[in-house]
Nanobody, 127 residues
Framework: QVQLVESGGGLVQAGGSLRLSCAAS???????????MGWFRQAPGKEREFVAG????????LYTDAVKGRFTISRDNAKNTVYLQMNSLNPEDTAVYYC?????????????????WGQGTQVTVST
């Protein structure tokens, strides 16, 4: 079993930046047969939505349109960690951000329910 622990959330003013981290423990990615990692978010009263995903090698990335050009996902497989650099934050980005680990990046937009999840980290953007 893989455990995911997110960190880096907090309160920031509009236009500011935050960097989220998600550390995986338990097994290495490849030995568990897991290849992709991603970030999802859930705002109050809304369903969980896809934000960004990255393949095992890091060569393939996906972003939801709302964050393209502002957020960057990256990973360090030696540290079993995935990052989400968030710039130019706005109040609409306020949500609990969840780390996700699954077999393939291809299902991230169509199947937000799959894979393993962290406990989430709160991001609040003030005006």
């Amino acid at each position: 079993q893989v455990q995911l622990v997110e960190s880096g959330g907090g309160l920031v003013q509009a236009g500011g930046s935050l960097r989220l981290s998600c550390a995986a423990s338990g097994r290495t990615f490849s030995s568990y047969g897991i290849y992709a990692m991603g970030w999802f978010r859930q705002a109050p009263g809304k369903e969980r939505e896809f934000v960004a995903g990255i393949s095992l090698s890091g060569t393939d990335t996906l972003y939801t349109d709302a964050v393209k050009g502002r957020f960057t996902i990256s990973r360090d497989n030696a540290k079993n960690t995935v990052y989400l650099q968030m710039n130019s934050l706005n109040p609409e980005d306020t949500a609990v951000y969840y780390c996700n680990l699954r077999r393939t990046i291809a299902t991230m937009t169509s199947r937000p329910d799959l894979g393993s999840w962290g406990q989430g980290t709160q991001v609040t953007v003030s005006t």
